[in-house]
């Protein structure tokens, strides 16, 4: 009599794929809350390194380009000019790393059991989302002592946290698929990091920028993040430039669909290299 057996293949068909996310949205859950515990309880800070970090890059960012550099921030104090950008900046950062090593991080998940393999980097992302509900408490409170007073414009506030969100599980996805196949890619990762706080708008306003190399500049996708949490919070602040912002956006989204569209392609090797 002829046996037959089940082949279980990530992803037979790409409707299958998307719908098996809901099925597996516990995992999701899991996974995330998992993540969330190890960040918090499994340091020697826990809550306490999300909120001495930002403070402390702000202060070296700002006695760097303020006082060193001489640049300015107009009427808003640098140090909260600062933080601002941090928000998003930190959000980015920190949803990059962590999600960039979550396919290694899982991997005797991955080689036992079939899954949509996205809902792991998707799922690192939640601790980075507690940080950045933290950051925005403390950005609260700096602005209260400041006696800033957001306007009408804060409403838009979520579509650039929306931005920086989509920019991240962009690369993040890329990120990680890239890092399963080479694993020095973690090292370059990290450098990018470390490098990409200077070449977006953190410390500094982007409009020392020169105006012909500002479409250049608005390819960095934190551009338009950034800019407009800090046109969303201060009264004042540099106009956004439609035509900039849409450069940034487009860049998040493309970067976005692309780096999916590559996981999706080198996945069902995971198992077999991880």
Do not use: C
């Amino acid at each position: 009599m002829a046996s037959s057996e089940t082949v279980i293949e990530a992803g037979l068909a790409e409707s299958q794929y998307w719908r098996d996310l809901w099925r597996y949205r516990e995992l999701f859950y899991f996974l995330a809350w998992r993540d969330l515990l190890t960040r918090y309880k499994q340091t020697a800070f826990g809550v306490a390194w999300a909120v001495i970090r930002p403070l402390l890059t702000t202060a070296i960012l700002t006695f760097a380009f303020s006082r060193i550099a001489g640049l300015s921030s107009g009427a808003v104090p640098y140090a909260l000019f600062v933080f601002a950008a941090q928000v998003p900046w930190q959000f980015f950062a920190n949803s990059v790393g962590d999600s960039s090593l979550s396919l290694i991080g899982n991997s005797q998940l991955i080689t036992k059991v079939y899954f949509p393999r996205i809902i792991i980097p998707g799922a690192s992302l939640l601790p980075a989302v507690v940080d950045l509900l933290i950051m925005m408490a403390i950005l609260g409170g700096l602005m209260a002592w400041y006696a800033f007073i957001p306007s009408w414009q804060i409403l838009f506030l979520p579509l650039f946290a929306l931005l920086a969100f989509i920019a991240a599980l962009g690369v993040g996805v890329w990120m990680s698929a890239f890092t399963v196949k080479y694993r020095d890619f973690r090292f370059i990762t990290t450098f990018l990091i470390q490098f990409g706080v200077y070449v977006s708008p953190v410390g500094f306003d982007s409009r020392i920028v020169p105006q012909g190399w500002r479409h250049v500049y608005a390819l960095n996708p934190l551009v338009g993040a950034i800019d407009g949490f800090r046109w969303s919070l201060f009264r004042g602040a540099q106009p956004l430039r439609a035509d900039e912002l849409a450069i940034s956006a487009a860049v998040a989204v493309l970067v976005l669909l692309i780096g999916v569209r590559h996981f999706r392609h080198t996945e069902k090797g995971f198992a077999d290299v991880i």
